[in-house]
């Protein structure tokens, strides 16, 4: 019903920058909250940065002043703008929606299916 596709990983120097970018598509009659997720190798999935509809932020504590998560929502696209990245940012980023379907449906938790950076020289 709902689609996820995010774009913009790769491999970058230490101290670099990328932007992910991730657009949905589908049935969606409105998003709310849409975010950024992180999964390193052996680690647990952690959460990077969320947008609501309104445009209010929260980030991971160690990505503060680095990252920025922005959304576009007449494109129900949102960004995640990441700069002087370093080895510790290196993982699958993922991409998240919570989303209505219909104005009479419950909401619900849609993933894209990642896309990764490596920070490395």
């Known amino acids: 019903q709902v689609q996820l596709v995010e774009s913009g990983g790769g491999l970058v120097q230490p101290g670099g920058s990328l932007r992910l970018s991730c657009a949905a598509s589908?049935?969606?009659?409105?998003?709310?909250?849409m975010g950024w997720y992180r999964q390193a190798p052996g680690k647990q999935r952690e959460l990077v940065a969320t947008?609501?509809?309104?445009?209010?932020?929260n980030y991971l504590d160690s990505v503060k002043g680095r990252f920025t998560i922005s959304r576009d929502n007449a494109k129900n696209t949102v960004y995640l703008q990441m700069n002087s990245l370093n080895p510790e940012d290196t993982a699958d980023y993922l991409c998240?929606?919570?989303?209505?379907?219909?104005?009479?449906?419950?909401?619900?938790?849609?993933w894209g299916q990642g896309t990764p950076v490596t920070v490395s020289s």
């Open positions: 998240n929606a919570v989303v209505k379907v219909s104005r009479y449906a419950s909401v619900g938790n849609y």
């Open positions: 589908g049935s969606i009659f409105s998003i709310y909250v």
């Open positions: 947008i609501s509809n309104g445009g209010n932020t």
